[in-house]
Nanobody
Framework: QVQLVESGGGLVQAGGSLRLSCAAS????????MGWFRQATRKEREFVAA????????DYTDSVKGRFTISRDNAKNTLYLQMNSLKPDDTAVYYC????????????????????WGQGTQVTVSS
């Protein structure tokens, strides 16, 4: 069982930055693929970024490549998402998620693959 709690969301102007954090409970954080997803109003939840067990592999959706960076600190059981050059289209509730999938270099994009989800944190980017 893994419990996830996101923080760091807020209101920022276009071009600004935010850093999201996701604190995880449990002793096996380093054996979960971790991901960030987002859901804008009246839209489906979408993949943003994922990172493998010890961070050797990362994956990003095209719209955030070069602007967002996913990272993890397994010693602190914490996942991060550094978001730079934010755009109004980035406005959404951001969720972190954990996938119990074997493979130290594996990442995954599909929501159905993730077993545990946080409650979400709101990110609003004003124009």
């Amino acid at each position: 069982q893994v419990q996830l709690v996101e923080s760091g969301g807020g209101l920022v102007q276009a071009g600004g930055s935010l850093r999201l954090s996701c604190a995880a409970s449990g002793r096996t954080f380093n054996s979960y693929i971790m991901g960030w997803f987002r859901q804008a109003t009246r839209k489906e939840r979408e993949f943003v970024a994922a990172i493998s067990w010890i961070g050797h592999s990362t994956d990003y959706t095209d719209s955030v490549k070069g602007r967002f960076t996913i990272s993890r600190d397994n010693a602190k059981n914490t996942l991060y998402l550094q978001m730079n050059s934010l755009k109004p289209d980035d406005t959404a509730v951001y969720y972190c998620a954990a996938a119990n999938i074997r493979g130290p270099y594996t990442t995954v994009r599909t929501t159905i693959a993730y077993d545990y989800w946080g409650q979400g944190t709101q990110v609003t980017v004003s124009s």
